[in-house]
């Protein structure tokens, strides 16, 4: 029996075996990759925290060693951070998270343990940035750079200082806003206090001196 190529019912038998031949190879696809992409979000979130301590520029190989070598998984209740020592000094990195003009951003920023108050570096990232403006948290290791030395309070307050401002008035706290990306660097103003808000910092600073005691 000769089939009709051109019937209707030979043609969606045609495009159901296709559709389920093309939705096989892709699951079987996913499924083979996924181990080694999974493999890649780690690695490059490893990164990011090395960029934050201004530890930039390594190979995957290096990434992966030093990243083994200075920083260690903590937590407090709920809340995730990393208790690094880098040259011999112990700094804190706290994950970042937050909204910009067209996306996600988020970041990592490493505070001093000494006195839990000082920025020794901050690495950010976006997921949709405008390229030249909001992207530019990402891309201008220069504009990141100017968070470090900075200060998380003021004075004696317990209340999240450090921002990004488009107008700098504390100059102790606040770093320059992104030009022409006024409501990005908006996002990653609020990103900082209300991250940064969400931790005990008197608690992690205990936690952190004495594991190092140990």
């Given at each position: ?90 700094v804190v990195v706290f994950p970042l998270k937050g909204m910009g003009l067209w996306g996600g951003i988020s970041g ?102 004495l594991s190092a005691s140990k």
């Amino acid at each position: 029996m000769k089939l009709n190529t051109n019937s209707n019912s030979y043609t969606m038998v045609y495009s159901i075996v296709l559709v389920v031949i093309v939705s096989f190879l892709l699951a079987f696809v996913y499924v083979a990759l996924k181990p080694q992409q999974d493999k890649n979000v780690a690695l490059d979130q490893k990164k990011q925290i090395l960029n934050s301590l201004n530890l930039r520029g390594l190979s995957d190989a290096e990434a992966e060693a030093t990243y083994n070598k200075v920083v260690r998984e903590d937590s407090i209740g709920n809340k995730h951070y990393y208790n690094c020592l880098v040259k011999g000094q112990r700094v804190v990195v706290f994950p970042l998270k937050g909204m910009g003009l067209w996306g996600g951003i988020s970041g990592f920023i490493a505070v001093n343990a000494s006195d839990m108050n000082t920025v020794y570096g901050v690495y950010f990232n976006h997921e949709s940035e405008t390229a030249g403006l909001g992207a530019e948290i990402k891309d201008n290791v220069q504009w990141q750079q100017k968070f470090i030395g900075k200060k998380l309070h003021q004075g004696g307050s317990k209340q999240i200082a450090l921002g990004v401002k488009k107008k700098v008035d504390d100059k102790a706290t606040q770093v320059d806003a992104v030009t022409g990306a006024t409501l990005t660097s908006n996002g990653v103003d609020a990103m900082l206090k209300t991250c940064l808000s969400e931790y005990n910092l008197d608690a992690v600073s205990k936690a952190v001196q004495l594991s190092a005691s140990k």
